[in-house]
């Protein structure tokens, strides 16, 4: 077995550390390696964490795409002791609390027109599942049931779910599970390295590739089709950008065939380009938007659809029984989530966290491009607050630079994310222009030091 000392570390909190990392199946990990070197983590403040050796470690991905708020915002912390000391849970079957039609209210206020009804789930994998079931619903609203077809892309990530990694085209995610759900066909993915290495911002080329989707219809007829659900920014497969004009055909052709546009946006919501929403960012508006993560900035886990109001009118107002959707879960609009969401879009609005983002969109860019001259760099990506770093993968060992850059970051004192041999990088949005630059003068000591 895996075991661990009791320890003392100047600078460190006492802890009683496990003596046993047997136990616990981590998900999406390399277990065994970890638990041969683990990297634990006993607090956070701000921009940091604090690893159990005493060491502060820069958060470089908000956690996982989620800490955008920085870790601990009183803000948060104070509505949940607030809410834990009045109401600790109430079922949104048939019943519910003022806090959540509060948090819907204010969802509603910063998603654009005319996307008002939302429906509460717990996570990002909940909310893609959940979108894709109400896409078939208001279809079969309609009396147009013939559409049960869904579209996801290459390479897009929709969370871990059947319907998530059916729509979803990570092959890994899904080698190992069957047949998944029937009637679901992919889109080309948009990376292309020949055409728009080192792009920032939004590359120039591939707009056109929103024109597979007419390929897709011509195969399938467009009254099969539900919907198609993209990432606007695809971030799990290592921050892939939509080309110019990309999301904006996809769009046109959907509005042509009757087909429904939704959006996960459960990394780019709340802040992640400097505005609530990549449709907001890109000005094009969906149907469905999938959030999470960002809601209640990681501290508990929540998430939402939000809806354009006909689709909600169409289900609600055709319904020959008084339950118009079958559909929910125990934890859906739980007291203590929507606290901590009220307290995170507190925490957003009074320090103009969206605006911050913005405001250092540059030097964040000029960081990350400036690395292009390291040793195995092949490629270098960003928007917003955003960014990825493409290694050449190592011969006979793909993976093996990333796994390596993720560990040597922990040693010096950040924490990144890596997909394969794309390290990704998505801080949160409290970051500073001296922060940034002291991430950049780690990273390059990170890459200067790979094989």
């Known amino acids: 077995m895996a075991l661990l000392r009791l320890h003392r570390h100047p600078g460190a909190l006492f802890m009683n550390r496990p003596n046993s990392l047997e136990h616990f199946w981590m998900p999406f990990s390399a277990n ?48 949940l002791l607030r809410q834990i000391d009045s109401l600790d849970y109430a079922p949104s079957f048939n019943f519910s609390h003022p806090a959540a039609f509060e948090l819907s209210a204010r969802i509603a206020a910063q998603f654009p027109e005319p996307m008002n009804r939302v429906f509460y789930t717990n996570s990002g994998s909940e909310s893609v599942d959940s979108a894709l079931k109400i896409a078939l619903a208001y279809h079969a609203a309609r009396k147009d049931g013939t559409r049960t077809r869904l579209i996801g892309r290459e390479r897009g990530y929709h969370g871990a779910g059947f319907g998530g990694i059916s729509v979803g085209g990570i092959v890994r995610n899904r080698m190992k599970f069957g047949t998944l759900l029937t009637g679901v066909d992919h889109l080309r993915h948009t990376h292309d390295l020949a055409r728009n290495a080192f792009s920032r911002g939004t590359p120039e080329h591939g707009a056109e590739l929103a024109d597979d989707l007419e390929r ?47 959006f996960d946006e459960v990394i780019t919501a709340f802040g992640r380009l400097g505005t609530a929403t990549a449709a907001e960012y890109f000005g094009v508006t969906p149907d469905i938007i999938c959030c999470a993560k960002g809601l209640t900035s990681g501290v508990i886990p929540m998430g939402a659809v939000v809806v354009r109001d006909e689709i909600y009118e169409t289900i609600t107002g055709t319904s020959e029984t008084p339950i118009e959707l079958f559909h929910g879960y125990t934890y859906s609009a739980h007291p203590m989530a929507t606290a901590a969401a009220l307290g995170a879009l507190d925490a957003y609005e009074q320090d103009d966290m969206y605006g911050n983002v913005s405001a250092v969109a540059l030097p964040w860019e000029e960081m990350l491009h400036g690395l292009r001259d390291c040793p195995n760099v092949i490629d270098i990506r960003n928007l917003g607050l955003v960014g990825a770093i493409e290694l050449a993968p190592r011969d006979g060992a793909p993976g093996a630079r990333g796994t390596e850059a993720m560990r040597r970051a922990w040693d010096l004192g950040a924490m990144i994310r890596v997909t394969g041999d794309i390290i990704a990088l998505s801080p949160p949005l409290i970051i500073q222009p001296d922060q940034i630059a002291e991430l950049g003068e780690l990273l390059r000591q990170v890459l200067s030091s790979l094989r």
């Open 32 to 79: 065994r390696d970890f638990k041969q070197d683990p990297r634990l983590i006993v607090s956070a403040e701000g921009m940091y964490y604090t690893s159990e050796d005493g060491r502060q470690i820069m958060d470089a991905t908000a956690g996982l795409w989620c800490v955008n708020a920085g870790h601990r915002d009183p803000r948060i912390t104070a509505a």
């Open 216 to 262: 897709l219809v011509a195969l399938h007829d467009a009254s099969t089709i539900a919907a198609v659900i993209v990432e606007p920014m695809a971030g799990s497969a290592g921050v892939l950008l939509p080309p110019k004009g990309y999301l904006q055909r996809l769009r046109a052709i959907c509005d042509k065939y009757g087909i429904l546009l939704i």
